[in-house]
């Protein structure tokens, strides 16, 4: 395997690469933001006739009260947890090959976790009465009731996304000092000036600095963890045949790192291509991804199989029927899609030559998503159609457009936020990778002096 | 918010609850007088729809029209169920078979635990309440609902769908509000009615009699299959049914039904996932079993 990144860069050179992916993309990136910003269009004009004319309109009845929205809603949040196994658990882990890519990787934590937000209020028959479900103290002195794994889930999704900000800006403020020294004067450096919040690079600073990052990372680990979890006994803690299943919340987690994983190897791709990153986000950097990815499908798989055995040895006849409808049943060609999608794709990159195929990669990568959406939607739905009661088992649905336009506009809200950050925020960090090649360095000369233990 | 109001123990605000910490339900704790319960006898049912149209009038429910009833968006919190012999036979000699599905105001009711927002909670006289000024929709009660009588506002009848059309608001029964878009509802037992009807006994200082109140589905039954009453006024006729077939209120499992050769009629739905529904059905004698 080639070398993750060179080690002749000079640190000049890193700046001045950076930096000038905030000055000068190449056109592709305009496409990529006006297509966006189209997308995110539909759906808001979508979401403003549902708020006009009520929930109907999304095509969802009863008994089929959740749809889309949850499934997508699953999706966004799953989409959220490999920034922080980037960033964090890596970094824990002293694997210095993420470091030119977990920015970005952290940023998509960030967004997906708020498009996944917006999804719960799209969700919601009275989004304007959104805050009773927040503990806020008041006069009528009523709480929300903490039974319900529906507040649980809100009151993670507030932390995780706020301590993702946090942990996202801590690790950016010397790469905020760098863009105020270098950039031109304009709006941007009095911005850059105020998000470095006085950066000097002081041994003192440095050594706060480190305490801090690493304080975050590993109140992060937690966190994420626990999200999905919570998310998972949405289903979990229900009643519903094909959602009461225990083995969910670590399935739920390991489907979340791996459609995660996935997104990042398609963003790294196509930042590499926009922001002409070619230096940086290197081959091998990408093979390690896609090992990685590899790896976590297998998890997820193993797990999948767990859930499908554990339904059909417990002899449960409603959860088996659910399980039986699913496999063959009006949803069956989505079902067997996403099984295809997250057991059997993700074989190719097992192949050498494929890891570091950039097509080969970009499709693989986009149908493991595809096979994670579906399974979230593959969750959501039959226990609905085939749930206790006969009586549901009449019921024919079918997310109306209005659900769609409103699950297709929130990819281009995620990517028009996505754009806009890596214009504005270095999306490479400049002093992690200065550190790594000066790290590599060292190594590579203590090798040639023949002295022992070089890291 | 007190750290003390977060250790609380928040079960205990589900008054009737079944299965305390002490396996039997804390009565002395919370004493209650009425447990309003319902008994309905499918041999007498003939599926003639009646208790629903009257639901509907006496509810304000809107009648949402053939597209949107066609879309699973209906709003009949009493529905008439349809089941057939599954033998192939093109007719059925033993017909259709009817079953009158409404909320069966369970008494430890999957809905209420899971509302993020506690719109959905357990009165004093054993009713499965809902609140639709705290509700936001989340529909998560629905969800977990196994019977699946929780219907929610899909749009908004009064105005925008403008279910009643002037002078057709004049019909509304102006003893309970008509709800707009995005709350869930669902049957209440006629509460306006049960809630007058203790009032009336109060103000003349005496309990309530069996025969005080009727739900508007009872009263339009032609054949008097439903009964309704409070089940712990050992003379009122719901509490004598669930008696004679033996049906507890509390148990998972009856004990007559383990019991081999019981003739009884008497069973509730899903009584085995625990909810504790209120409702008692007695199963239709069929021909070809007598």
């Given at each position: 395997m080639g070398k993750d990144i060179r080690e002749d860069i000079a640190w000049a050179h890193i700046n001045q690469d950076v930096l000038k992916s905030l000055e000068n993309p190449r056109p592709l990136f305009w496409v990529i933001v006006f297509v966006a910003l189209m997308m995110f269009g539909v759906g808001v004009g979508c979401e403003v006739y549902q708020y006009q004319m009520g929930m109907g309109v999304a095509g969802l009845n009863n008994p089929n009260v959740w749809g889309l929205y949850i499934a997508t809603f699953i999706f966004w949040i799953g989409m959220s947890h490999s920034g922080t196994l980037l960033s964090a658990i890596l970094h824990l882990m002293h694997a210095d090959w993420r470091k030119p890519i977990y920015r970005f990787a952290e940023a998509m934590t960030t967004f997906s976790l708020m498009t996944a937000g917006l999804f719960v209020m799209v969700h919601l028959g009275r989004l304007w009465q959104f805050y009773y479900a927040v503990p806020y103290p008041n006069e009528r002195w009523t709480w929300p009731n903490f039974q319900s794994p529906l507040l649980w889930d809100a009151m993670a999704i507030f932390t995780y996304l706020s301590s993702s900000v946090i942990f996202l800006y801590v690790g950016s403020i010397p790469d905020f000092a760098i863009c105020r020294d270098n950039i031109h004067p304009g709006w941007r450096k009095n911005l850059y000036t105020l998000l470095a919040l006085g950066w000097e690079g002081t041994d003192r600073q440095w050594r706060n600095f480190r305490v801090t990052y690493l304080t975050v990372a590993c109140f992060l680990i937690p966190l994420a963890v626990s999200v999905h979890s919570i998310v998972a006994s949405d289903f979990a803690m229900s009643q519903q045949p094909g959602w009461h299943v225990t083995s969910f919340p670590p399935y739920f987690v390991a489907g979340a790192l791996y459609s995660g994983c996935a997104a990042i190897i398609t963003l790294f791709i196509i930042l590499r291509y926009v922001f002409k990153f070619e230096e940086y986000m290197t081959m091998p950097i990408l093979k390690k991804t896609v090992r990685l990815t590899f790896a976590i499908a297998m998890v997820w798989t193993y797990l999948n199989l767990i859930e499908f055995a554990s339904v059909w040895y417990s002899h449960d006849e409603v959860a088996k029927a659910v399980l039986i409808d699913k496999a063959t049943g009006r949803f069956a060609p989505f079902w067997w899609a996403m099984n295809f999608c997250g057991s059997v794709v993700p074989f190719t990159m097992m192949v050498k030559r494929w890891q570091t195929s950039i097509p080969i990669m970009f499709a693989v990568s986009l149908l493991l998503n595809l096979g994670m959406w579906l399974e979230r939607w593959m969750i959501v739905t039959p226990t609905f159609s085939h749930g206790y009661y006969p009586w549901t088992m009449d019921t024919h649905y079918w997310p109306s457009l209005v659900q769609w336009g409103i699950v297709f506009g929130s990819f281009g809200w995620f990517t028009l936020l996505f754009m806009v950050f890596c214009k504005i925020v270095p999306s490479v960090s400049m002093y992690e990778v200065k550190e790594m090649v000066y790290h590599r360095s060292l190594a590579t000369k203590k090798a040639e002096l023949g002295l022992e233990g070089g890291h | 918010m007190s750290v003390s109001n977060l250790l609380?123990?928040?079960?205990?605000?589900?008054?009737?609850?079944?299965?305390g910490d002490k396996g039997h339900p804390d009565w002395e704790a919370y004493p209650s007088e009425i447990k309003w319960a319902m008994s309905i006898d499918l041999d007498a049912c003939t599926g003639c729809n009646a208790c629903s149209v009257a639901c509907y009038a006496e509810n304000n429910l809107p009648v949402v029209g053939k597209e949107k009833y066609s879309h699973g968006q209906a709003m009949h919190w009493m529905r008439i169920e349809r089941y057939w012999d599954e033998d192939k036979r093109e007719v059925p000699n033993q017909g259709a078979q009817f079953l009158p599905m409404l909320c069966q105001q369970c008494e430890a009711a999957p809905c209420e635990t899971v509302c993020p927002v506690g719109a959905t909670n357990h009165t004093e006289d054993g009713l499965n309440s809902q609140i639709y000024n705290r509700?936001?929709?989340?529909r998560y009660c629905s969800a977990n609902c196994p019977y699946k009588v929780r219907y929610f506002n899909w749009y908004d009848y009064p105005t925008t769908e403008n279910v009643w059309p002037a002078p057709m608001e004049q019909q509304l029964n102006p003893d309970l509000t008509v709800r707009g878009k995005g709350v869930m509802e669902k049957c209440t037992f006629c509460k306006q009615r049960t809630y007058t009807a203790r009032n009336n006994a109060k103000t003349e200082g005496r309990k309530i009699h069996d025969g005080d109140v009727q739900t508007a589905c009872q009263q339009a039954c032609p054949t008097n299959a439903i009964s309704f009453g409070n089940l712990f006024d050992p003379e009122s006729r719901v509490a004598k049914q669930w008696e004679q077939q033996q049906v507890e209120l509390i148990k998972e499992e009856q004990e007559k039904d383990v019991k081999p050769g019981n003739n009884l009629r008497g069973y509730r739905i899903f009584e085995e996932l625990r909810p504790y529904p209120s409702v008692m059905y007695l199963e239709r004698v069929r021909e070809s079993d007598v």
């Open positions: - | 609380e123990n928040w079960s205990k605000f589900r008054h009737t609850h079944p299965v509700c936001i929709g989340s």
